[in-house]
Protein backbone atom coordinates (compact mmCIF):
# COMPACT_ATOMS: atom_id res chain seq x y z
CA UNK A 1 0.00 0.00 0.00
CA UNK A 2 1.18 3.37 -1.02
CA UNK A 3 1.83 5.77 1.84
CA UNK A 4 0.04 9.22 1.66
CA UNK A 5 1.81 12.14 2.19
CA UNK A 6 0.17 14.36 5.52
CA UNK A 7 -1.38 17.61 4.43
CA UNK A 8 1.36 19.41 6.48
CA UNK A 9 4.83 17.68 4.50
CA UNK A 10 3.84 19.39 1.25
CA UNK A 11 4.75 23.10 0.41
CA UNK A 12 2.08 26.10 1.07
CA UNK A 13 2.08 26.35 -2.91
CA UNK A 14 0.92 22.93 -3.23
CA UNK A 15 -1.53 22.66 -0.75
CA UNK A 16 -3.31 26.04 -2.36
CA UNK A 17 -3.57 24.55 -5.50
CA UNK A 18 -4.56 21.20 -4.71
CA UNK A 19 -6.96 23.37 -2.96
CA UNK A 20 -8.24 25.60 -5.60
CA UNK A 21 -8.80 21.96 -7.64
CA UNK A 22 -10.69 20.78 -4.83
CA UNK A 23 -12.83 23.87 -4.88
CA UNK A 24 -13.69 24.07 -8.83
CA UNK A 25 -14.48 20.04 -8.38
CA UNK A 26 -16.94 21.03 -5.67
CA UNK A 27 -18.51 24.22 -7.55
CA UNK A 28 -19.02 21.96 -10.24
CA UNK A 29 -21.98 20.48 -8.73
CA UNK A 30 -21.19 16.89 -10.64
CA UNK A 31 -19.53 15.44 -7.25
CA UNK A 32 -21.84 12.68 -5.64
CA UNK A 33 -23.13 13.65 -1.95
CA UNK A 34 -20.76 11.28 -0.22
CA UNK A 35 -18.02 12.11 -2.68
CA UNK A 36 -18.38 16.24 -1.88
CA UNK A 37 -18.47 15.29 1.92
CA UNK A 38 -15.17 13.62 1.75
CA UNK A 39 -13.32 16.50 -0.56
CA UNK A 40 -14.89 19.09 1.18
CA UNK A 41 -13.19 17.44 4.42
CA UNK A 42 -10.09 17.49 2.03
CA UNK A 43 -10.28 21.16 1.23
CA UNK A 44 -10.83 22.48 4.98
CA UNK A 45 -7.70 20.30 6.54
CA UNK A 46 -5.41 22.10 3.56
CA UNK A 47 -6.97 25.45 4.03
CA UNK A 48 -5.91 25.61 7.45
CA UNK A 49 -2.66 24.19 6.66
CA UNK A 50 -2.30 27.44 4.22
CA UNK A 51 -3.81 29.20 7.12
CA UNK A 52 -0.99 28.18 9.40
CA UNK A 53 1.93 28.58 7.15
CA UNK A 54 0.82 32.30 5.81
CA UNK A 55 0.62 33.01 9.18
CA UNK A 56 4.13 31.21 10.67
CA UNK A 57 5.75 33.01 7.34
CA UNK A 58 4.24 36.53 8.39
CA UNK A 59 5.57 36.10 11.80
CA UNK A 60 8.91 35.57 10.72
CA UNK A 61 9.12 38.11 8.11
CA UNK A 62 7.96 40.57 11.06
CA UNK A 63 10.90 39.79 12.87
CA UNK A 64 14.58 41.33 12.28
CA UNK A 65 18.00 40.52 13.41
CA UNK A 66 19.32 43.18 16.00
CA UNK A 67 22.90 44.15 15.81
CA UNK A 68 23.32 41.76 18.91
CA UNK A 69 22.02 38.73 16.47
CA UNK A 70 18.63 38.44 18.53
CA UNK A 71 15.69 38.37 16.72
CA UNK A 72 13.24 41.02 17.80
CA UNK A 73 9.68 42.45 16.56
CA UNK A 74 10.19 44.32 13.45
CA UNK A 75 8.48 47.75 14.95
CA UNK A 76 8.44 51.08 12.84
CA UNK A 77 8.94 54.51 14.32
CA UNK A 78 5.53 56.31 14.13
CA UNK A 79 5.08 59.67 12.92
Known sequence: ?????????????????????LVKELESGNVPLEDAIIKYTEAMELAKDCSEKLNSATAKVNKILASDGELKDFETPEN
Open 1 to 21: MKEEKKVNEKTFESNLKDLED
